[in-house]
């Protein structure tokens, strides 16, 4: 099986999480957790851990953290390492709702390697500048 694991600081990878719940229904395949404020790295690795129970030696893992190089992805990377699905692992920094959208359209269909550039393709295309008109920007259309 594959899991997509959420980990960000604050309560990022829950939001996400619930989301997605509501949008795409209930699923075993997905789990998150977070480094809060005020919480330890010995009590966020701890929670990791208990929400990665599910996850067997053989599963494969689809890592999305919020922060490259930030505590709660790099201690994830840490615990899988520990559990030695390190090897069994794909991780992708910069987490946003398109994404984890994308990872868990194709979990269990495609292939690791190709969703994760998928998802950062969908990142990169999902974040645009909207520009608004202004009031005053209308007036002058009608003279």
Do not use: C
Not at 9 to 24: C, D, E, I, N, R
Not at 94 to 115: I, S
């Amino acid at each position: 099986m594959r899991y997509l694991v959420l980990v960000s600081h604050g309560t990022l990878a829950q939001g996400v999480h619930s989301v997605l719940k509501m949008l795409m229904g209930e699923r075993e395949d997905v789990v998150s957790t977070s480094l809060e404020d005020g919480m330890g790295a010995d009590e966020y690795m701890a929670n990791l851990k208990d929400v990665l129970q599910p996850v067997k030696p053989e599963d494969e893992v689809l890592l999305l953290g919020d922060i490259i190089g930030g505590s709660p992805l790099t201690n994830a990377l840490n615990v899988l390492s520990e559990l030695g699905m390190l090897s069994h692992t794909v991780a992708i920094g910069g987490m946003n709702l398109p994404m984890a959208m994308t990872a868990l359209m194709g979990l269990q269909t495609q292939d690791l390697n190709e969703l994760a550039e998928s998802m950062v393709n969908e990142a990169h295309e999902g974040a645009h500048r909207i520009d608004i008109a202004s009031d005053s920007d209308e007036d002058e259309d009608d003279i």
